[in-house]
């Protein structure tokens, strides 16, 4: 079974409600209607419900056990733009402005979310990562005792013989361009947490990549990933983690026994932190194109799910994200 078999099946498990707030989108559209229809996922779609009818009717999609939402309608709107008005009126947002805001789909959407009125989020069909991003991290913020959002790579390789079954997390590959030392240690522990909660990694056993084992180098980069694992290591001195390790002693039994002798991780790691965002980023894509792996995002740390698509998504991403952000809500 692949991953995103298991994931699709977990979903069917334990169904939650989850905004789409580019509604009035195709692909958007026709992912709900799967949605709904196969048990994956109680999917609420925003923008104009009259739109949104006349496109279904269109494509010929039935859309029982779809909620259709129109945000300037709604009886929530003036509670959600209270509340948005009050979380940023700090940071110099008018009652005005929350208005405008919360007419926007994707703070709707984010709303609904803060309010549980909805289990997760959804979008990217066409917002870019950082329309979708800001919202959430201005308002869903963190988990408590998570310092940043972050992102894992579900990574799942043809050579079963590598990691967990062939199971991989890569992290962090989408979000924080430079992250400290700090970060890194957070987005360490939340990238355990995916790789149990979504994937069944057990136990996850993570690597702190550079470009030194153990101090075979000496520089200030590699100064911050040891920083980094001491860092986590107090944070969570339950989870199985060390650094500073090279990939090869990270993944390669031999290698990691000869370079990291008697290290928990080297040799069998299955989850892998990048020291920096140009490093992850260029690290899955490697793995992606010549290991022909499959590469499956996911927002991490933040204190309910939203996952971001890419503008090129198919249908069949839409739903498959969905489904991972109905496991994480579970
Ligand atoms: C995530 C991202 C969109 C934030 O951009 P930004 O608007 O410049 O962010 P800001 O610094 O203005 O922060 C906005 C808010 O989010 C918070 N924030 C930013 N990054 C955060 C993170 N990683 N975790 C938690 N909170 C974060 C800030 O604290 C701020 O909160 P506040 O307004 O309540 O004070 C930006 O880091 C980014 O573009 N990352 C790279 C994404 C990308 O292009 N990836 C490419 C690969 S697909």
């Known amino acids: 079974m692949s991953i995103l078999d298991t994931i699709r099946a977990k979903a069917r498990e334990n169904v939650k409600s989850i905004v789409l707030p580019e509604g009035e989108e195709s692909r958007t559209l026709q992912a709900a209607a799967i949605l709904a229809r196969e048990g994956l996922a109680k999917p609420i779609l925003l ?36 509340a948005l008005y009050e979380l940023r009126k700090n940071k110099g947002v008018t009652l005005a402005d929350a208005a405008r805001l919360v007419s926007d789909p994707m703070y709707f959407g984010i709303m609904m979310v803060k309010f549980q009125d909805a289990d997760g989020l959804v979008s990217g069909a066409v917002h870019s990562t ?24 579900i990574i799942e390789l043809k050579d079963r013989s590598i990691g967990s079954d062939g199971l ?11 992250p400290t030392a700090e970060e890194l240690a957070h987005i360490a522990i939340s990238s355990a947490e995916t790789a149990r909660v ?8 993570v690597a702190m990549l550079s470009f030194s084992t153990k101090g075979s180098a000496k520089h200030d980069l590699v100064s911050k990933v040891q920083e980094a694992t001491k860092i986590a290591h107090q944070l969570a001195p339950e989870l199985l983690l060390d650094g500073d390790l090279q990939f090869d002693a990270a993944l ?31 690290g ?17 740390g933040l204190a309910a799910p939203c996952n971001d698509l890419s503008r090129g998504c198919s249908v069949e991403d839409i739903v498959n994200t969905a489904c991972v952000t109905v496991v994480q809500a579970g």
């Open 168 to 178: 991989l997390i890569y992290a962090d590959c989408v979000v924080n361009p430079c």
């Open 284 to 300: 899955y894509k490697i793995t992606q194109r010549l290991a022909g792996a499959e590469a499956i995002a996911v927002l991490q």
């Open 252 to 282: 390669v039994p031999d290698i990691g026994a000869s370079k990291a002798p008697g290290s928990p991780v080297a040799g069998q790691a299955n989850v892998l932190i990048f020291p920096d965002l140009q490093a992850g980023n260029i």
């Open 47 to 82: 923008g104009d419900p009259e739109k949104i009818r006349a496109a279904a009717e269109a494509a010929g999609l039935t859309l029982s056990g779809v909620t259709v939402i129109h945000p300037a309608e709604s009886p929530d709107f003036d509670r959600y733009r209270d």
């Open 198 to 205: 979504l994937c069944g990694i057990e136990p996850p056993r």
């Open 130 to 153: 950082g329309d979708m991003l800001r919202p959430a991290l201005q308002i869903i913020k963190t988990k408590p005792g998570i310092k940043v959002v972050s992102s894992s790579m």
